[in-house]
């Protein structure tokens, strides 16, 4: 069964880049679309971004000049790269597979943005 | 930019049924899938392509769809589907994904 878990720093100061990971474990990760997702405290989902397994990507327009997903297939693992990061960008991080849908998800991280 | 509305809250008893709904300003003809989020935990995918249930999830969950909008039905509502539902579509222009704002189910 396909698990999906993200890792990284739990805070990041001001004007920093916020680094995440996904490890993909139980199934291939050569294959789907690779969504982060996030969700500030309180409030609803936000699309991040994907990638394909091919390495194509598509981002959030409200945050395509600040972000870049990658994937390291050997590893299996695919990350987010978040730059110049503000109070705002404070929330629950999620990783999650597509494929018709988004059905499977990672538990979540939490990233504060703070000095 | 492509936008789904949800209404914030829907309440019902247990045992009634909830429907909440999700409107979309695009072109129809998107798949509209829908999520259910219990404090705490990550999202769960209980409708995908607007009508189909994933396996694992009851059958009380369905998902209807009518131009640009699309419901999903609680029937027999339990006390465990007290969470907040969320749908989730396609920008046919962009591709990009969208998320709806939202609807907090109350179980009375």
């Known amino acids: 069964q396909l698990q999906l878990q993200e890792s990284g720093p739990g805070l990041v100061k001001p004007s920093e880049t916020l680094s995440l990971t996904c490890t993909v474990t139980?199934?291939?990760?050569?294959?789907?679309?690779w969504n982060w997702i996030r969700q500030p405290p309180g409030k609803g989902l936000e699309w991040i971004g994907y990638?394909?397994?091919?390495?194509?990507?598509k981002y959030n327009p409200s945050l395509k000049s600040r972000v870049t997903i990658s994937v390291d297939s050997s590893k299996k693992q695919f990350s987010l790269r978040l730059t110049s990061v503000t109070a705002a960008d404070t929330a629950v991080y999620f990783c999650?597979?597509?494929?018709?849908?988004?059905?499977?998800w990672g538990q979540g991280t939490t990233v504060t943005v703070s000095s | 930019s492509y936008e789904l509305t949800q209404p914030p809250s829907v309440s019902v008893s247990p045992g009634q049924t909830a429907r909440i709904t999700c409107s979309g300003d695009?072109?129809?003809?998107?798949?509209f899938y829908w999520y259910q989020q219990k404090p705490g935990q990550a999202p769960v995918l209980v409708i995908k392509?607007?009508?189909q249930r994933p396996s694992g999830i009851p059958e009380r969950f369905s998902g209807s769809s009518s131009g640009t909008t699309v419901t999903l039905t609680i029937s027999g509502v339990q006390t465990e589907d007290e969470a907040d539902y969320y749908c989730?579509?396609?920008?046919?222009?962009?591709?990009?994904?969208?998320f709806g704002g939202g609807t907090k189910l109350t179980v009375l």
């Open positions: 999650a597979r597509e494929w018709g849908g988004m059905d499977v």
């Open positions: 139980g199934g291939s990760i050569d294959s789907f679309y």
């Open positions: 990638m394909y397994y091919s390495g194509s990507t």
């Open positions: 695009g072109l129809p003809n998107q798949y």
């Open positions: 392509k607007d009508i």
């Open positions: 989730q579509s396609t920008d046919t222009t962009t591709t990009y994904q969208v």
